[in-house]
């Protein structure tokens, strides 16, 4: 390619075992693509599942399990994003950047997660603080002092890790927490034997809104977050949020996939992509042969079984703690009551596991601090990329900033405002209330955005040959409203 227009290019050759003949070692040999998909994973699988999942159980039921169902949504928007960077070699959010007027659409993003990552990290220093004070055996009334450690401590494993690292570390969490959600839920299907017709037919009530037992209306000191909100909120917690929606964009490259296979520096390769089309005003180096086409759509494979994989993880993990919380919380023999409140988050939540074997608490600590932990640790990662992706064409300073130093102005920025909010929280501010409102625009409303605006750009900027056809677009489309119809229990 010279200096002022890109030639055509040819894709790169896909991995071999993409070409192998079908076999069960060819399908083992899958899972090593199983990468940014644990950092997914281990985000998800934290407070939704340790905190909302048994609460929605406790009192809904199987009532709510039809969220999981819309929540692949989220996976197919998380695809089609992908797709668009891994085919074209441009970061989406640097089209948004240069096809709205001004860059209103980033400029939205940016504004979101703004005001809304202080209050996440505000929520996660609360729960991962009264998880430490009681893992380690220390009063209440300390545990502001154990979040505020961890999430320094979370920090600067971010700044000085390695992106390989944090996949390793990821991976290994959601392990942990895999294992103590299935060891649960089989003890539990072996005691209570519950109707698992009952349970599968409950994934298709689509809209089922439940209302709140009388029992939780009389034994809260304090009106209870409202069931769409909090329905939202957990709907919040099961998406890929608006967060690691754009980081995968970045993390598509970090691994080479697609169009940046074999590329020395794709970050480079983007930028000369992105450069051709602003000159071009279309993209004009993509090849149109049939076998170049064909070999494009199996280098997107990749994306399709990692996220297939985070899916199924998340998935299972949240069936296991709605389960446990509709069997063992909620309304006891005595007329007691067990549900997580905004005073002792976690706590209650070790009957899941104590119920059937003392020796099983200790998995428990294990997963909750894991659970918590890997999710401000990701966190702060998948935060860091999303709005460097998000503001580098349309703030100069943070294009000629290093992702590093960048990646440290934005701790600083979440510690300074973070750490305030969870003193309020500590000092009486509903924990609950704030995740909802925090998840319901980072995890609902912020992903429906970004979604119309991935199949908007794919439709209009790639090329005829790798536009989405008739029946794809139709499938997009239908996965966006489906994700639309929990956020009508809000407006009716």
């Known amino acids: 390619m010279n200096s002022d227009k890109m030639e055509q290019i040819t894709f790169p050759e896909p991995d071999v075992v993409l070409t192998e003949k079908p076999s069960i070692k060819k399908y083992l040999k899958y899972l090593l693509f199983f990468g940014p998909g644990a950092i997914l994973a281990s985000m998800t699988i934290g407070q939704g599942q340790l905190i909302l999942g048994p609460h929605i159980g406790a009192w809904a039921g199987y009532g709510l399990l039809w969220l999981i169902t819309v929540n692949v949504a989220s996976y197919v928007i998380a695809y089609i994003s992908s797709r668009f960077t891994m085919l074209s070699g441009i970061s989406l959010m640097d089209m948004f950047a240069i096809k709205t007027k001004k860059g209103w659409f980033n400029w939205l993003l940016i504004g979101i997660m703004l005001i809304f990552i202080p209050t996440f990290t505000a929520s996660i220093i609360t729960t991962i603080g009264q998880s430490l004070a009681w893992i380690l055996g220390f009063g209440n009334e300390t545990y502001i ?10 920090g600067f494993l971010v700044l000085f890790a390695r992106y390989k690292f944090l996949e390793h570390v990821q991976a290994f969490f959601i392990v942990v927490l895999g294992a103590g959600a299935i060891i649960s839920a089989l003890f539990i299907f072996q005691k209570f034997n519950p109707n698992i017709f009952e349970l599968i037919l409950s994934f298709f009530r689509i809209g089922n809104v439940p209302s709140y037992p009388d029992w939780v209306l009389a034994s809260s000191s ?33 691994k080479k996939w697609g169009i940046f296979k074999d590329k020395k520096d794709p970050n480079v390769f983007s930028e000369k992509c992105f450069d051709s089309f602003r000159k071009e005003g279309k993209i004009t180096y993509l090849p149109n042969t049939h076998d170049e086409v064909k070999k494009s759509r199996l280098l997107l494979r990749p994306i399709h079984i990692d996220l297939i994989i985070a899916f199924i993880i998340v998935s299972i993990v ?26 002792d988050l976690i706590k209650t939540q070790a009957v899941i596991f104590t119920q059937f074997a003392y020796w099983l608490e200790p998995l428990f600590k294990v997963s909750v601090f894991f659970a918590l932990f890997g999710t401000i640790y990701a966190g702060f990662e998948a935060a860091t990329r999303m709005l ?20 440290g102005y934005l701790l600083v920025y979440i510690l ?17 209330l704030v995740l909802s409102i925090t998840l319901l625009f980072l995890g609902v409303i912020g992903v429906i955005i970004y979604g119309i605006g991935a199949v908007y750009m794919t439709q209009k900027i790639l090329p005829e040959k790798y536009k989405f056809g008739k029946k794809g677009l139709i499938l997009a489309i239908f996965f966006i409203v489906l994700i639309c119809i929990p956020v009508l229990s809000l407006l009716l």
């Open 318 to 343: 949240s069936v296991a703690y709605v389960v446990a919380g509709k069997f063992l919380l909620g309304l006891q023999g005595d007329g007691s009551v067990l549900l997580p409140s905004d005073m």
């Open 416 to 432: 300074v405002t973070g750490i305030p909010l969870s003193l309020l929280i500590y000092n009486g501010l509903s924990v609950m």
């Open 388 to 407: 460097y992706e998000t503001s580098k064409h349309i703030i100069t300073r943070v294009h000629e900033t290093s992702y590093r130093r960048f990646m």
């Open 222 to 254: 304090a009106t209870p977050t409202p069931v769409p909100l909090l329905m939202l909120g957990y709907l919040g917690t099961l998406t890929i949020t608006v967060i690691p929606l754009v980081s995968y964009l970045g993390w598509v490259k970090v």
């Open 145 to 154: 002092i154990w979040g505020i450690a961890a999430c320094l401590i979370a």
